[in-house]
């Protein structure tokens, strides 16, 4: 195992830097300001407003015409995911206890769905422009389930639209849910270090596969493991999100980028399995612990805050990628 000579640096050109800025603060604005807005916006409107931003992001990134642009089209995609994200877990959380259960089995299935798709179109030999427009479509689809295929939760009056709420009570609802937030924030550190930080520098030169072969594997091995663990959340939950799993495979990855003592490409790609299954099982136990622990009226806020741990998580992380980048590459 070793670094290639041709490694494509990522975080360390300026570029790069600013398609990471890009991806990451967006979510995490929109993430920061939920939890004392969100309520002011009707769910219809953050469906259609996250739709729009989703189809843009699709568009610019397809066109590319520019840097500019598709910067651009990151920043739309990164206001999709969070805006998204916040709406449809709060959602989620007013159906019964497979809600939240069943979003969290969907967005596995979305990243490793998206992973196989865009792998697949690119070895079809499409260019990268020409590989995302098939997500044209889906906003159209989100669109369409929500307005025609999802019923009304069970207790409509549960739904909280914030007027209600004093600013003491918001407090309290958001204090309970910090105990779930702050391990979804490492655990998301660990793992967008390993995701951006670490699997590009680790290649098997011995390996069949080519450098970016590999990565694309680690890419979907992880995809799969996340997939794996949040659809499972319903049979296996853990009342307390465990890191000591993700730390120790973090830190393991560390030392094996300029140690080089992994067999091979084979226990390369177990480790990364273990981290989307670690990383999967702490996000779908996470949201399912806030949901059932928080009052009905208190829900959505709850996920909220919850929500932003996750975004906290990694946006260090990136920063984090940027250090060992510099560090590993001379950059």
Known sequence: ?????????????????????????????????????????????????????????????????????????????????GLGEVTFLGLASQYPRLGVACWSSGTGAAGLGGALGYGALLQAGLSLPHAVLPGLLLPHITLLSYFFLLGPPPCPTALPHGGGLTAGERWQVAKAALPQAAPLTLVYFAEYFINQGLLELLYFPDAALTHNEQYRWYQLIYQGGVFLARSSVRCLRCRRVGLLALVLNAALLLAAV??????????????????????????????????????????????????????????????????????????
């Open 1 to 81: 195992m070793g670094l290639p000579p041709n490694l494509w640096v990522g975080p360390t050109t300026c570029g790069a830097q600013a398609v990471l800025l890009a991806d990451i603060l967006p979510t995490l604005l929109i993430k920061l300001a939920a939890p004392f807005v969100i309520h002011l916006l009707p769910y219809n409107s953050r469906v259609v407003a996250a739709a729009l931003c989703a189809w843009g992001s699709f568009g610019l990134v397809a066109a590319a015409a520019g840097s500019a642009l598709s910067l651009g089209g990151v920043v739309l995609a990164s206001a999709a995911s």
């Open 258 to 331: 300029p140690g080089r003592f992994l067999p091979g490409f084979g226990a390369a790609c177990a480790l990364v399995l273990g981290e989307g299954l670690v990383g999967g099982g702490a996000y779908g136990s996470g949201f399912s612990n806030v949901a059932e622990q928080a009052a009905p009226w208190g829900r959505a806020l709850a996920v909220a805050v919850a929500a932003l741990g996750d975004t906290v998580g990694v946006a260090l992380a990136g920063g984090a990628a940027v250090g060992i980048h510099r560090l590993f590459c001379g950059a």
